[in-house]
């Protein structure tokens, strides 16, 4: 049973236009979600989080929006650039503080940015 | 400073041996977790150590193992390799399993043939 869904498994966006990474969740325990953004052959690397308890969160060009009712999230990028072409993970953890101590992550969007 | 190390970086083994990866953590990072990437599964959680005690399982079975030793370095080992276990092995590490303070290892690469 897949928890956190990226339903998208690839986007493809013009540089300097908006990148929007969709995620879903069917667990309401989940609390805090994460982004993370892996290029190839590295390890995942952390970009933005967002808290259960906002909408909104925003880092530079990355803003993460959280729908709770509809158990949705989406990662905007504004900007695109071309550097910004890696596999999205969306991830989820339940148990505020880490008491759960696990990520759950969605399989992945592959975004490639176009010059 | 340092980042999160694993070793090795590729691995190929056959059905049925066993094999032990290595982790060590950013200097001062208590928790060290272990996934499993797949194509197919994305990235699954296989456990969680914090000052040597497991907090934490994901559903593998049981010839799936990990240790965490006093320096905070951990290791994973897997007995009995099946085809199936052929993946990329991530280390991540963290203060103290904070979920936003988790950095990862550039991974190993395991093939099982």
């Known amino acids: 049973d897949q928890q956190v869904k990226q339903n998208s498994p690839s986007l493809s966006v013009q540089e300097g236009r908006i990148s929007i990474l969709n995620c879903d969740y069917t667990?309401?325990?989940?609390?805090?979600f994460l982004w993370y953004k892996k290029y190839p052959a590295e390890g995942p690397t952390f970009l933005i989080s967002i808290s259960s308890i906002k909408d909104k969160n925003e880092d530079g060009r990355f803003t993460v929006f959280l729908n709770k009712s509809a158990k949705h999230l989406s990662l905007h990028i504004v900007p695109s650039q071309p550097g910004d072409s890696a596999v999205y993970f969306c991830a989820a953890s339940a148990g505020s503080g880490g008491s759960n101590y696990k990520l759950t992550f969605g399989k992945g969007t592959l975004l490639t940015v176009n010059p | 400073k340092a980042g999160v190390t694993q070793t090795p970086r590729y691995l190929i083994k056959t059905r049925g041996q066993q094999v032990t990866l290595s982790c060590s953590p950013i200097s001062g990072h208590r928790s060290v977790s272990w996934y499993q990437q797949t194509p197919g599964q994305g990235l699954q959680f296989l456990f969680e150590?914090?000052?040597?005690?497991?907090?934490n399982k994901g559903n593998f079975p049981g010839r799936f193992s990990g240790r965490q030793f006093s320096n905070s370095r951990s290791e994973m080992n897997v007995s009995t390799l099946e085809l199936g276990d052929s993946a990329l092995y991530l280390c991540?590490?963290?203060?103290?399993?904070?979920?936003?303070?988790?950095?990862f290892g550039s991974g190993t690469r395991l093939t099982v043939v």
């Open positions: 991540a590490s963290s203060l103290a399993g904070q979920e936003n303070g988790y950095t």
């Open positions: 667990n309401s325990m989940f609390d805090y």
């Open positions: 150590y914090f000052s040597e005690t497991q907090r």
